[in-house]
């Protein structure tokens, strides 16, 4: 058995252990247990990764796992390659030290065995997203993801705004997952395979024909509910009502990765190439997507500079950066893409574990305008969260400005073509406004004249190294691109010498700083006038659309269950009733005591028996003889 | 033991034994029976005797006493002794007459037994109005003041399905000239006496699963039954209809059946969705479920109507897998009205921290009820919806609806019960061991199902097709 099926097994042993023995482990051997299951998952992702570097990619067989007839490659097995190496990697290390940091974080709570046990199933799930062979498996890992982070977002489940945002965002990944579901009916009725490495190549993907489109479609939708992508995207903000940790490992570095996962997994359909000339039909499936890419990093962004609540920047941020990582998947920018999703989960996790402490130090103040002063106080917690802002600012050498570099020069392409510069002008405004609300967050939380009072809650040590080693990786990792590049998209990438373009991208990054610092360092809280917030919250205004539709829904459904059903389901037997009454009356009437009616009533009705009997015999013998 | 008809003389004597019994003694005799009947089961599944039996019952009809195994009436087998095993476990403590309670269970049992083991029309025919009794029997007895009323809506629907059906007997009796009525003697009928016949046996059948129209005793049924018989009756008895569709209406008249595929489909496509909507607004728990099955087990017929291979082999499995999660979600039931809760949705919030055990199997079973990956019904709807998708993409499409509903009142059965803020500073008894026990078992085939859907259910089907 390969090692890559313990990157599987340790995380579902340790949740099995969490929940079930939190009470005769205790607190502090739970969280041991959880995070030494993980330690051990990603122990095994770096032996994977090196298995891969030596053989290349290979498929390792566990057992059959669903039977469906005419369609073959539905395996319980892994394919290992750079790609789910990359994520299996990242996604473990990355989560290791988010739960060594949450036994610090999380160390008040009462329900600490059920928190470490959904959270290792949430790797567990994520695991078996990344690593399984086919489609079909895939969905089992990605409904798997959608029901950990349901469970993770409604952890504190007394709370009323908490157990309507599990539900949000469980119902939202539900659609996803059937559009999923139809991608997988589409080229399974076309191609008859699920398997990746085979219905991915060439000869399958043209018995897709005119469907390709369509599967291509189903997929993104897919992807769009689970990276929260215009439209769909309305359940992340609101995720936020979970324990910070749990934004930090699942909302922002790696669940909601999964859909720019799988758009670079199943690349060779969206880059589907006949003959030399890219299918137009595949064409159009890439402009979408870098037009929704384009349009939700840019309204994301906006919606941030508009938020005061600490998670909810940090979330649309999110938001805005996965837009980025859609453009460049449209762009074909593939290692692009994933090169920034690797980035963006270290300085997002350290970002969203810094605000975690800086929450936890303030007693669970959110809101940023009631911060301030905290930077001399918390010189470390400082300083990481500054080198986080610069990486998401995309200022070098921190891995931000080389990830979204790469994107936004991916994206540019060879400049020819006017659709590409104009999308790489939404990107360049959307670095512009996320450096800005990056910064104001930076400088109201830390440096502003402090707004609070009372006693502050300083980390344990469990807390503060883990924020050390994501800020190493932070600054490390972007010189770990080339190479990642290479090895995803197969050949390397372009060489650019510093060029007007990143010339222009940094510069936008120093200004938005620089605009964030001079305006928010005495303490002002807002730089754009109130009255432009209808602007900036377009995104929040779908959501309401969203609510609306649904509570009119849920209103309709009260009305069907309550009055129309019980009419409905009473047609049947009053029918029944209604057709013995009137043979009853009818038979009633016939007992009028007169014998000569009676004698004509049996001698009718006998006649009329026999006649019965024998068309019937004779009808059925007849059917019977042909 | 060696017989396929030891499968039902167990249960069968095990409630004449029931019957006899004191009523301190009732529940542990009839859990023993329960148990060695899953046995049996477990063990003609797993390497049993795979030989038909047959005995001559009415040779002038042609019914004989043929029993034989077969892939849709298998995981059924294991299934039911599990649930009955499930519902004794959840017995109200107090309750009264439970000697004659765990007889009834006990024949209801045998009945579902002998139905899935038929071989024979007009024996399956026996077995689907034996059941009838025990469960009539149940509803009007325990189930309060509405009780009987309920079953004898029910007993009214069933005889306006079952009727027909003895009369489309009779006639294939007569048409067969007392050759026999075993199903592999009725295989290849002339298709204009399959038509013909088509609806007296389908009437039955969609009556008993229900599909809409024919629901209406389905609500009242649920609502008044005591919880556990609700259990058995959604998850094993309900199946009596799936598996007439497949056994009967798919292998005896599969040209009528793909003649009348659009009628049955487009009534099973209204149970879905209607079902679907009404569970999303019902206001109490047992409603929640019985609209669930509605519009789950519509999903089913829709898959069997539509002649695909996946589709068929989806509905297998979904037989199995629904009638753990509701089966299962019904002793939950059971096992909250046992502590004195209210169903009624508006009444319960925040259970989750007095009963944190029975929250988490409550979550487990809602999770595979509403077709989260990973667990029971998962793998089954991946599969009867591709069968669905293949027949008519927009069909699958309008279907599908009905997955994203059920991720709704899913939710809305389990947070609305167990999440948001606790009521009380009372503390209620969490579970008890023997509900563990009776409980444990379906959990755990939920996931087991789900994980591994073709080593648990799909392989042993598989092997007698």
Redesign the interface.
Known sequence: MDTIWLVLALPLLGSLLCATHYRTLGKAATGMVASLAILGAFVASVQTAYQVQLRHEFTAHLSSWLHIPGISGLDFAALADPLSATMLCTVTGVAFLIHCFSMGYMADEEDYGRFFASLNLFVATMVLLVMANNLALMLVGWGGVGYASYSLIGFYRQKPSAVSAARKAFLINVVGDVALMFAIFIIATHCSTLEFKAFLQPDKLDLLGGDLILAGLCLMVGAYAKSAQLPLHTWLPDAMEGPTPVSALIHAATMVTAGVYLMVRCAPLFRFVHGQELLPMADDLNVIMMRFGAATALLAALCAIAQNDLKRILAYSTMSQLGYMFMAAGAGAYGAAIFHLVTHAFFKALLFLTAGVVIHALHGEQDIRKMGGLGKKMVGVQLAFLIGSLALAGIPPLAGFFSKESILLGVFGDGKSVEHELLWAVGILTALLTSYYTGRAYVLTFWAPAQHEGKLHYPSSSMTWPLAVLALATVAAGFGGHDLIQSIQGQAPPEESFGGLQLTALAVGVVGLGVAYSTHRSGRQRLVPEGADPYLRGCEAIDGLTKSLAASFRGFADKVAIKLDPVVSQVCPDLVRRSMLSTSTLLCQLQSGSLRLYSFTVLTSSTLLVLVVYFLSRFISGGGGQ | MTSLSAMILLPLLGALFCYQTRDRNAVATARVVALLSLLQSLWALVDGPRQPFSQPWLPQLGINFDLALHPAGLAMLVLTPLLTWGALGLTRPGLERRSEYCGHLLMLLAGLQGLFLADNLGLFYVFFELILLPTLLLVARWGGERGRAAAL?FF??TL?GSLPMLLGIL?LG??TGGNGLAFGQLAH??E??QQ?LFWLFALAFLVKLPV?????WQ?DLYRTAPAPVAAVVAGAMSKAGAYGLLRVLVGIFPEATAHFAPVVAGLALISIL?GG???????CLR?VLA?SSLSHLGLLSLAVVSG???GQ??AILQMFSHGICTGGLFLVVAALENRGFSTEIKHLS?L??STPQLA?LALVLT?GS?G???LCS??AE??M??GI??AS?GL??LA?AG??LA??YG?RFY?GT?????QDGLRHADLNESEWVAMLPLVLLCFGVG?????TI??WT?ALL
């Open positions: 809506k009214l629907y306006m006639a007569f048409q009928l002339p204009e006496l013909s809409f129209p024919l629901h209406g609500i209607h909507v009404s569970a999303l607004g019902a206001p409603g609209y695909t291979g996946s082999s989806g925040g989750a921290r988490a999770m509403l989260c990956p990973g998962f793998p991946l599969s919806l591709l998708y293949t993409p699958a499409l599908s997955v994203v991720a709704w939710l947070q167990f999440n948001g803020p606790a994980l591994f859907p073709d080593l799909l392989q598989r």
